[in-house]
Nanobody, 117 residues
Framework: QVHLVESGGGLVQAGESLRLSCVGS????????MAWYRQILGKQRERVAI???????AYADSVKGRFTISRDNPKNTSYLQMNSLKTEDTGVYYC???????????WGQGTQVTVSS
């Protein structure tokens, strides 16, 4: 079993920044993909960014140039640096990991991000 715990959400004004963290624990992590999703009110959950074990990243068009995903493999941690936040970025952000060894995916509990105008 793998547990993912997010932190770093909060209330900010438009144009400001936040950094989300996701720490994984439990069974050996090993090679994995990690990602950040968000659930905006009234919309389907969407993937914001994903990063492979060797650091190759991809982003949703809506956040390209503003968000940066990174990871620290020895710490089983991923980060989402969010700059130039917009009100439409408001939502619950979830950490996701897919573990190659077990071919199983896991979700964190989510952290609320609120961007005010």
């Amino acid at each position: 079993q793998v547990h993912l715990v997010e932190s770093g959400g909060g209330l900010v004004q438009a144009g400001e920044s936040l950094r989300l963290s996701c720490v994984g624990s439990g069974n050996i992590f090993g090679p994995s993909s990690m990602a950040w999703y968000r659930q905006i009110l009234g919309k389907q959950r969407e993937r914001v960014a994903i990063i492979s074990y060797d650091g190759v990243a991809a982003y949703a068009d809506s956040v390209k140039g503003r968000f940066t995903i990174s990871r620290d493999n020895p710490k089983n941690t991923s980060y989402l640096q969010m700059n130039s936040l917009k009100t439409e970025d408001t939502g619950v952000y979830y950490c996701w990991a897919w573990i190659l060894q077990s071919r199983t995916s896991y979700w964190g509990q989510g952290t609320q991000v609120t961007v005010s105008s």
